[in-house]
């Protein structure tokens, strides 16, 4: 297993490595974000541990980057910053996991133990049905590349149909999945949002994925014909 800390306090960077290379991992460091990027690029680590106040570049802008070049790997944030804010920001930016300062060496391995054991398939987080794609991690919808956007509920409604392709749900099936017990209303808001959906998902497309399934439900489609 190959790792990369990006760690600009050297002592602390020190002691890190140390402690992880007596878990027989191997060990890359860089002291700024600018080179933390450079090895990230060059190197498929199995795991980085990032400290977020760095020179050069900020360890969040890092942590951005390698999510937007669709790095899978795992990404421990270190930081000093503890504020609840700050964690689901960071979580948002593509964190797997968080560690405040000052913390306990025994904790820091356990938890790189943790996420070295997800592996990297955790991170596929993307439904794909056709050209269709949803991203359970980011909440971002797109079909053929371009991005749509949804309101929570037409992307929960979405999100719900493209986990079981080709299966085809009842109106109450999708209430009692989509929206919660406070729910009062009538079934016929599935129809509307669907309706909704289509005209963001289908509509501006040749080929339609949501299907309607008379006197049962709704679906999307299993494999489309091209
Ligand atoms: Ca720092």
Redesign the pocket.
């Known amino acids: 297993m190959r790792l990369l800390l990006v760690?600009?306090?050297r002592k602390l960077c020190e002691l890190v490595a140390r402690a992880l290379r007596a878990e027989s991992y191997a060990v890359d460091v860089a002291e700024d974000g600018l080179r933390g990027w450079e090895l990230a690029q060059s190197y498929e680590y199995d795991l980085i541990v990032l400290?977020?106040?760095?020179p050069q570049l900020p360890?969040e802008e890092l942590l951005r980057r390698i999510r937007r070049s669709n790095q899978r790997v795992p990404i421990l944030v270190l930081?000093?910053r503890a504020t609840t804010e700050d964690k689901v920001h960071n979580f948002e930016a593509g964190a797997d996991d968080y560690l405040t300062k000052p913390f306990a060496f025994a904790e820091l391995i356990m938890r790189v133990k943790a996420l070295l054991r997800r592996g990297p398939i955790s991170r596929s987080s993307v439904l794909r049905v056709a050209d269709l794609e949803v991203d359970r991690f980011t909440k971002q919808v797109r079909r053929g590349g371009r991005r749509i956007e949804l309101t929570a509920k037409e992307y929960a409604l979405l999100e719900y149909l493209a986990a079981n392709p080709g299966r085809v749900f009842s109106r109450t099936m999708i209430i009692e999945h989509v929206w919660d017990q406070s729910f009062e209303g009538l079934t016929n808001i599935v129809d509307v949002y669907v309706r909704h959906l289509r005209s963001k998902v289908d509509d501006p497309f040749p080929v339609k994925l949501i299907r309607t399934v008379r006197g049962v439900g709704y679906g999307l489609a299993e494999a489309v014909e091209q």
Do not use: I, N, R
């Open positions: 760690e600009d306090e400290d977020l106040m760095l360890g930081t000093a």
